[in-house]
């Protein structure tokens, strides 16, 4: 699986953005989907991820109840919608993709393939 991040941006604190990752191959939707970041001067960092048929998801703690993350599968694409943003949220964000298809249940990503990062900028 081929991954193409973008959306992202210079945001207010508080304010909202929202991140798309195009895929390409017609096996997308047998892969659980996630979002990492990394900080200037920080390891990589899970944020969320969602099974391959949508029916689940799992988020870090720090972003739990502000960041949702979907997939569309008829158009291969999975979204990283964020909300009231803090500027320790900086960070640029890449898409990844599961390592083995058909993953039952989701409690983070083993990534098997990652896309390229999309700059994700709050401001205080």
């Known amino acids: 699986v081929q991954l193409q991040a973008s959306g992202g941006g210079l945001v207010q604190a508080g304010g909202s953005l929202r991140l798309s990752c195009a895929a390409s191959?017609?096996?997308?939707?047998?892969?659980?989907m996630g979002w990492f970041r990394q900080a200037p001067g920080k390891e990589r960092e899970f944020v969320a991820a969602?099974?391959?048929?949508?029916?689940?998801?799992y988020y870090a703690d720090s972003v739990k109840g502000r960041f949702t993350i979907s997939r569309d599968n008829a158009k291969n694409t999975v979204a990283l919608s964020m909300n009231s943003l803090k500027p320790e949220d900086t960070a640029v964000y890449y898409c990844?993709?599961?390592?083995?298809?058909?993953?039952?249940?989701?409690?983070?990503?083993?990534?098997?393939?990652w896309g390229q990062g999309t700059q994700v900028t709050v401001s205080s």
């Open positions: 990844a993709a599961d390592s083995v298809q058909f993953r039952p249940g989701i409690h983070g990503l083993e990534v098997g393939s």
């Open positions: 191959g017609r096996t997308f939707s047998s892969y659980a």
């Open positions: 969602i099974s391959w048929s949508g029916g689940s998801t």
